[in-house]
């Protein structure tokens, strides 16, 4: 079992930059896939980036390739998402997931663990 808790939303203006962190329980953490997805008001859950167990493979939604990038660091058992020139329609609850399949990946039915959430506010 993988408890993820994630952390570092807030408000930001436009053109801002946040970090996300995504702190991930159990031993077998550096061997898991890992995945950043948002939920925009009224909208279906996206995804938003993705890093495979060593960090190799990573993949972007076209929406923030090149002003976001995942990393992580295995031996604290964490994930981040920073995000640069952040716009107004990042706004958006987002969650960090966890898979058993040790791949990067954008499909969100393929993520075993999901914490509960960090919410993105940018403001115009």
Do not use: H
């Not at 962190?21 to 077998?28: D, I, Y």
């Not at 950043?36 to 938003?48: C, L, S």
């Not at 295995?74 to 994930?79: R, T």
């Amino acid at each position: 079992q993988v408890q993820v808790v994630e952390s570092g939303g807030g408000l930001v203006q436009a053109g801002g930059s946040l970090r996300l962190s995504c702190a991930a329980s159990g031993r077998s953490f550096s061997s898991y896939g890992m995945g950043w997805f948002r939920q925009a008001p009224g909208k279906e859950r996206e995804f938003v980036a993705a890093i495979s167990w060593g960090g190799g493979t990573t993949y972007y939604a076209d929406s923030v390739k090149g002003r976001f990038a995942i990393s992580r660091d295995n031996a604290k058992n964490a994930v981040y998402l920073q995000m640069n020139s952040l716009k107004p329609e990042d706004t958006a609850v987002y969650y960090c997931a966890a898979n058993r399949d040790s791949i990067a990946t954008k499909t969100l039915n393929s993520y075993d663990y999901w914490g509960q959430g960090t919410r993105v506010t940018v403001s115009s």
